[in-house]
T-cell receptor, first 114, second 110 residues
């Protein structure tokens, strides 16, 4: 069974540009989470999808971030326009049910905004 | 909100035992998890405690004391491949997101 995959693995963009990150969860997992780790600090929650619906988006930093999960399969996270402080590692995780104690993480996308 | 404290670094020799402590503050508590992350890799689940006591999984064990808002991860018979970052994470009651500590970098020396 394939794990959570993320694309791209790395992205370097200039301030003001747009970047779109993609996450493919484990097949059959209805729950999809986005997290971010900035500057070696703690991994912080961004948002949670259940199928195509946003269950919790309390961690989204501002309206420059837009997440979608059309069709309830893969998800995209768009940053537009990117700022320097958006640099970090963006992780996606999935789980089959909300109450599941384990979330399965992808390898992350390393974003550098110059 | 939630906050978690764990040491930033631990160094030990092969074969040794390392204990990584985690204290947390949370509004409601559901469980404490531990994740391992090797450089450039995905955080991978190690263990989960919802009730007080010790959970053992091979060389790794995890402990929880709900009354003390405290847990630890015990790494035994350390191997070089155990060099990684270890994160504690809590789930609050009626919530499904994880709140992470800043991570502990474990370095195993020969």
């Amino acid at each position: 069974e394939a794990g959570v995959t993320q694309f791209p693995s790395h992205s370097v963009i200039e301030k003001g540009q747009t970047v779109t990150l993609r996450c493919d969860p484990i097949s059959g997992h209805d729950n999809l989470y986005w997290y971010r780790r900035v500057m070696g600090k703690e991994i912080k929650f961004l948002l949670h999808f259940v199928k195509e619906s946003k269950q919790d988006e309390s961690g989204m930093p501002n309206n420059r971030f837009l997440a979608e999960r059309t069709g309830g399969t893969y998800s995209t996270l768009k940053v537009q326009p990117a700022e320097l402080e958006d640099s970090g590692v963006y992780f996606c995780a999935s789980s089959q049910v909300m109450s599941e104690e384990t979330q399965y993480f992808g390898p992350g996308t390393r974003l550098l905004v110059l | 909100g939630q906050s978690l404290e764990q040491p930033s670094e631990v160094t030990a020799v092969e074969g040794a035992i390392v204990q990584i402590n985690c204290t947390y503050q949370t509004s409601g508590f559901y469980g404490l998890s531990w994740y391992q992350q090797h450089d450039g890799g995905a955080p991978t689940f190690l263990s989960y405690n919802a009730l007080d006591g010790l959970e053992e999984t091979g060389r790794f064990s995890s402990f929880l004391s709900r009354s003390d808002s405290y847990g630890y991860l015990l790494l035994q018979e350390l191997q070089m491949k155990d060099s990684a970052s270890y994160f504690c994470a809590v789930r609050a009651a009626n919530d499904y997101k994880l709140s992470f500590g800043a991570g502990t970098t474990v370095t195993v020396r020969a």
